[in-house]
T-cell receptor, first 111, second 113 residues
């Protein structure tokens, strides 16, 4: 079935730095979603993208729907300690699959 | 209450026990989902219900039995589980099964001893 890949797998950054992560697929997606999961909690929807080339912001977060429709990017500006968590990309699968999640990028923010 | 709630938040059960997980959504959605999240693995979709009808069973073992009495409630009945079934079980809902924005509950952390 379809798979999503995320990179990097994990990252350690200093507070105040900008962060960039991406999600790729071998097949086309028509929607990209970005979620954040904190320890002991369920994923929380951050941003939804519905159109190739679309750039959408949510506070310090900005996500882009890649032109090829096979990738998406998430940027976090001026990171703060509460940005710590696992960031997942997800999208509706084709061929009857409902939803596909990437393996996640684990973000740690050092004070 | 708002959003998606799950009870219990934590559950420890023996392999011969029978227990149930409960999920309730207050968003007026018509689709509900069960996911399994194990350490270092992507979220695994288990079941999908759309307008109370099961539309997807992702080859889940029969020791997991879902029930959806109405669009707001979803249960996962557990019996004779194995230690490898220990995981975080997440419930989610969306407007319908083609509505891609899924909203998750906090999960039930299950430990099978």
């Amino acid at each position: 079935g379809q798979q999503l890949n995320q990179s990097p797998q994990s990252m350690f950054i200093q507070e105040g730095e900008d962060v960039s992560m991406n999600c790729t697929s071998s097949s086309i997606f028509n929607t990209w979603l970005w979620y954040k999961q904190e320890p002991g909690e369920g994923p929380v929807l951050l941003i939804a993208l519905y159109k190739a080339g679309e750039l959408t912001s949510n506070g310090r977060l900005t996500a882009q729907f890649g032109i090829t429709r096979k990738d998406s990017f998430l940027n976090i500006s001026a990171s703060i300690p509460s940005d710590v968590g696992i960031y997942f990309c997800a999208g509706p699968g084709n061929y009857g699959q409902n939803f596909v999640f990437g393996p996640g990028t684990r973000l740690s923010v050092l004070p | 209450e708002t959003g998606v709630t799950q009870t219990p938040r934590h559950l420890v059960m023996g392999m011969t026990n029978k227990k149930s997980l409960k999920c309730e959504q207050h968003l007026g959605h018509n689709a509900m989902y069960w996911y399994k999240q194990s350490a270092k693995k992507p979220l695994e979709l288990m079941f999908v219900y759309n307008f109370k009808e099961q539309t997807e069973n992702n080859s889940v073992p029969s020791r997991f039995s879902p029930e959806c009495p109405n669009s707001s409630h979803l249960f996962l009945h557990l019996h004779t589980l194995q230690p490898e079934d220990s995981a975080l079980y997440l419930c989610a809902s969306s407007q319908d099964a083609s509505g891609y924005e899924q909203y998750f509950g906090p999960g039930t952390r299950l430990t099978v001893t």
